[in-house]
């Protein structure tokens, strides 16, 4: 008998895994979370039924989540929030700056930094005892509408815009996110799929744009097991944007170390295939 995983991205298409054995299955007060362990891309964590990272290709998606933001700014953050990303991928790599003082972690659901912690050790790594982090368990929403003008650079590390995360997709939510960065402070947030969730991109650019950001760029890379194999993110800058020239903030021994991103995709990552181009003006 074997056992797959299926997810279905529209009622037509979807993917499929093998999966050798089910590690975690348990709801927690806010949502399921499962862990699977497949023969394709390792351990694979599931909230409410969705994939949201795996062993295998989860550097694809938590490098260009942070790496891009960190370096777009004119000097280092200093200070950083992420919202969601309980699984410690965003952390371990802000980690690899030596220049980020502080970094504040607000996940709603506790269960799932410590069900990373237990499964999923190389992308929870950095979840320690660490005198530059600080983890609180609370909505996000709430957490940055209490830190006015503190943080550098909001990462937002959502699931998808259902359940408890549809409201980190919101002109509220945003607004409240502005308020909470710092004059030259910058935001970026998952964006959803170019593949199956156009509309989603759309709506994303106009509540940030509306919620007072001055500036929006999108950027793209492959996430093999997330919807359409290609995904967006939205960097939104609470002032005039400006770069950093050719200066790179990451030191190079880590550069070395890095699976995906590279310092020349900081510019190309930016340059959008023409449909999105035409799409999203």
């Not at 795996?54 to 942070?66: K, P």
């Not at 970094?103 to 992308?123: H, K, T, Y």
Request: aromatic share 12%.
């Amino acid at each position: 008998m074997e056992l797959w995983y299926t997810e279905k991205h529209t009622p037509d298409a979807g993917i499929t895994i093998k999966c050798r054995k089910t590690l975690f299955s348990r709801h927690s007060d806010i949502q399921r979370i499962d862990v699977l362990e497949t023969k394709e891309f390792g351990r694979m964590l599931l909230l409410d039924g969705l994939v949201m990272t795996t062993e295998r290709d989860e550097f694809f998606y938590h490098e260009m989540l942070v790496h891009p933001a960190v370096n777009l700014s004119l000097r280092p953050p200093g200070e950083v929030l992420v919202i969601g990303g309980g699984d410690g991928g965003a952390v371990r790599e802000l980690m690899k700056y030596p220049s980020i003082r502080r970094i504040v972690l607000c996940e709603i659901d506790p269960m799932v930094v410590e069900v990373s912690r237990e499964f999923l050790p190389g992308i929870s790594c950095a979840l320690s005892e660490n005198d530059r982090l600080e983890m609180v368990f609370m909505d996000g929403e709430e957490y940055v509408g209490e830190n006015e003008g503190r943080f550098d650079l909001i990462i937002v590390d959502s699931s998808d815009p259902i359940g408890a995360a549809e409201i980190l997709f919101t002109e509220g939510f945003y607004k409240k996110c502005l308020e909470g960065l710092s004059l030259e402070g910058i935001m970026v947030v998952q964006s959803e799929s170019p593949i199956y969730h156009l509309q989603v991109m759309k709506q994303v650019k106009y509540s940030l744009i509306s919620a007072g950001f001055s500036h929006v760029r999108f950027y793209t890379a492959p996430v093999p097991t997330y919807p359409g194999g290609f995904w967006s993110w939205a960097a939104a800058f609470k002032n005039d944007f400006k770069n950093s020239g050719n200066r790179f903030f990451l030191p190079h021994e880590e550069v070395e170390r890095l699976k995906f991103f590279t310092p020349d995709m900081l510019r190309s990552c930016f340059v959008l295939p023409a449909f999105l181009k035409r799409e999203l003006g």
